[in-house]
């Protein structure tokens, strides 16, 4: 009996979703049917078996989506959705290429196949200039950009590669590190600063004084754009000291790619037409994905199913009594206080919707939510929108986040952004536009 | 009253076990299932066994320049602690072995889980399953004093660290009765020490997943896989420390350690749907201030009555 084939025909698809600039609508349309189907959600490739972009344009991830293919352990499969309405005929392809045993073999063997000759190439070219995986080009290049820019061991790894994938020093699958080394014994193969060895050919972390006049290891880690529960296309460069965030940048991760905020057409003149993109459902949207963070899926879930009844079509009436249910134990949850209260805290002067504690602002999303349903009886709530101009919020979001981020734990941080969910789509509007237009 | 069991019982204890950790996964799968408003059917029982089969025909990964010795046996341990913990847990009147030092034995063995934890998260060398695996170490600290006063207080009520004694000296009266303080915080530091919601930070999803985060095949199932071990191992030794082991009316004493057990594992699995999780930032400072304290008054009282007793 082919015991193996048996299992490998009933693998249970893990879909890790991947969310571009744009790609809301079938992001909401995927969760929905991740749910209903019950598949497990993958927190990253390394768990995923199957790779899902929700994006409206062809490319502009790739070279993410690529580095994360690599990471994907078999059997797996990719597919890519730019249509809300395609969602589920494309999932059900992926899910039976997954159990397609010839093909996934086949991938398989390939990878190996692959691995080994990178290895091969790796030692002809370690015997050619060097020993082994010995960094000392590495080392001088430490040496050079002094302690700042230096990649710590950590930085390495692949799989801050995968979840994270726009490492400056790239996510390599575990079996293509060759080139990795390559690239990086060619890049400084001038600065030969003595045969020091470093383990698995990686730079040791660099350190720096934290907050206590301490010398301690710094990590660079990059979160975005392609995490769970995280605004699509935000990038935030972290420069970590324990769990503890020292230094902070934003990027905003396009189609064309990576810009600083301050590039972005919105905020700045006020695009009048990004107002509609607010409604309850976008506010369940930004609670489930705040509850997630939080740690608390099986709330998160609730606010999931209510937010896509909503977007259905529902009516107030239908789902009041669940969302009663539900937002009495949200709000009523000191734990959830307790993990929110005091971060993320903004004061005057910004617009009204960020004000406050990240407790301030999902309560303030919890009340919208219930005045949205406490109206309106027979209408379609989801269809609702408030007035406002998203976009302008976004980018004063984006202006304030690395000062509030700066000096709290990872997990803070993630409950911060989260609190503040800027909303990059509407930010980044004009310029779509601008590009399908000129 | 308990005895030990004749030697082949040490090949029993492990496959009970692991009923019991199948039970507490499918039990979470059926609660994950009513949250995303699904129907739950009998067949959700078997949704742990097809998610471990996914994970067994897996490729597994690995990282440059991993520890992959100890990255591998931190996994391991998870699962071999959480075996090892139960072989004093007397089922009825029988346990594999009543240690007189049973209760030294079980704390032990979730000990080594700190180490295997922080290993898995060190040796994938990688900084988010890093911070995670530390993020554990916080816990421990955090969790394991008045998690050790509270065994200490069940000793005290006995006289003894030996569980089959601490079963005999509920005879009467159930120690959950006469010091639910220290219940209560066996409780919560059970689901600290399984890193179980809501102290599941080490295995956090705003890490994508902590430790495991490298984990992939058959190395992630059995990390998961130990997880719902120790669950476990923990629910089924509250009952012979606090909830008077085997004794009850009618059934047989087995059937009463295997209700109890199953009734601690059903509060502990169900928590997860009510609470977000703690940071641990946070908490450490509640343990410490508050937990601690507590614990110690609990056990000066116990103390005292065993004392004039």
């Known amino acids: 009996v082919d015991l193996r084939g048996f299992l490998l025909r009933r693998t249970r698809p893990r879909p890790f979703v991947v969310t571009a600039v744009g790609g809301r609508h079938t992001r909401l349309a995927v969760e929905r049917l991740l749910r209903l189907r019950g598949w497990h959600e993958a927190l990253t490739a390394g768990e995923a078996n199957m790779l899902v972009l929700c994006a409206p344009s062809p490319h502009g991830l790739d070279d993410v989506m690529d580095r994360l293919w690599d990471q994907v352990p078999g059997p797996r499969a990719r597919t890519h959705i730019i249509d809300a309405n395609d969602a589920g005929r494309l999932l059900d392809t992926a899910a039976a290429t997954l159990v397609e045993l010839e093909l996934q073999r086949d991938d398989i063997s390939a990878r190996y196949a692959n691995a080994a000759a990178t290895d091969s190439g790796h030692d002809l070219h370690a015997g050619h200039a060097m020993s082994g995986h010995d960094m000392d080009a590495h080392a001088g290049h430490d040496m050079d950009r002094h302690d700042m820019d230096a990649h710590p061991a950590h930085d390495m790894d692949e799989h801050a590669g995968h979840a994270m994938p726009e490492h400056d020093t790239g996510g390599h699958a575990g079996h293509d590190m060759g080139g990795h080394d390559m690239s990086a014994h060619g890049g400084h193969a001038g600065h030969d600063m003595g045969a020091m060895q470093m383990p698995g050919g990686v730079a040791m972390a660099s350190r720096a004084e934290d907050r206590d006049g301490l010398k301690l290891d710094q990590l660079h880690v990059t979160l975005g754009p392609a995490l769970p529960d995280w605004p699509a296309g935000l990038v935030v460069r972290l420069t970590l000291q324990g769990d503890v965030v020292q230094e902070a940048q934003v990027a905003l991760r396009t189609s064309s790619g990576e810009i600083s905020p301050a590039e972005s057409p919105g905020g700045a003149g006020g695009h009048d037409d990004q107002l509609a993109s607010c409604g309850p459902v976008e506010r369940l949207d930004s609670l489930q994905r705040l509850l997630f963070v939080a740690g608390w899926p099986a709330a998160g879930m609730v606010a999931r199913r209510l937010r896509d009844d909503l977007a259905a079509g529902a009516s107030a009436s239908n789902v009041r009594d669940q969302y009663r249910a539900w937002s009495r134990r949200v709000r009523q949850s000191r734990l959830l206080r307790w993990s929110t209260d005091g971060i993320g805290l903004l004061g005057g002067g910004l617009p009204e919707e960020l004000r406050g504690d990240a407790t301030a602002r999902w309560k303030r999303w919890l009340a919208e939510v219930d005045a949205a349903l406490s109206s309106a009886d027979n209408d379609p709530v989801g269809t609702r929108f408030w007035g406002r101009n998203v976009a302008s919020a976004a980018r004063t979001a984006l202006d304030v986040l690395p000062g509030l981020l700066i000096g709290r734990e990872l997990a803070a941080a993630r409950l911060i952004v989260a609190s503040l969910d800027p909303d990059i789509d509407a930010l980044l509007a004009g310029r779509h536009e601008a590009m399908t237009h000129g | ?309």
């Open chain 2, 1 to 309: 009253m308990v005895e030990n069991a004749p030697l082949w019982s040490a090949l029993v204890a492990p496959v009970l076990l692991a009923m019991l950790a199948w039970t507490a996964a499918a039990g979470s799968a059926a609660l994950s299932a009513r949250a995303a408003g699904l129907p739950v059917r009998p067949g959700i029982l078997s949704t742990p066994v097809w998610q471990a089969t996914s994970l067994l025909v897996q490729q597994r990964r690995t990282t440059q320049a991993a520890d992959t010795l100890l990255w591998r046996l931190g996994g391991a341990a998870v699962a071999v602690a959480a075996t090892l913990s139960v072989l004093v847990v007397p089922l009825g009147g029988y346990a594999v072995s009543d240690l007189s030092v049973g209760v030294v034995w079980f704390n032990a063995m979730e000990i080594v889980v700190w180490a295997a934890l922080w290993l898995t998260g060190w040796g994938s060398n990688s900084a988010l399953p890093l911070v995670a695996g530390y993020r554990f170490v916080a816990q421990g600290m955090a969790y394991e004093l008045p998690h050790m006063f509270a065994l200490i207080t069940a000793g005290l009520g006995a006289g003894s660290l030996q569980v089959g004694r601490i079963v005999e000296a509920q005879a009467d009266v159930w120690f959950v009765v006469w010091m639910p303080v220290a219940f209560v915080i066996y409780l919560l530091s059970a689901l600290a020490m399984a890193f179980w919601s809501p102290f599941d930070q080490p295995l956090a999803r705003d890490l994508g997943g902590g430790v495991a985060v490298e984990l992939s095949g058959v190395d992630r199932l059995v990390l998961i896989a130990g997880r719902y071990l120790l669950l476990a191992a923990a629910s089924a030794m509250a009952v012979p420390l606090f909830l008077g082991g085997g004794g009850g009316p009618v059934l047989p004493a087995w059937l009463w350690s295997v209700i109890k057990t199953l009734a601690v594992l059903g509060v502990l699995v169900w928590a997860r749907t009510r609470v977000p999780t703690v940071r641990m930032d946070r908490f450490t400072e509640v343990s410490w201030m508050v937990l601690i304290p507590l614990a110690l008054v609990q056990a000066l009282v116990v103390a005292v009555i065993v004392l004039v007793r």
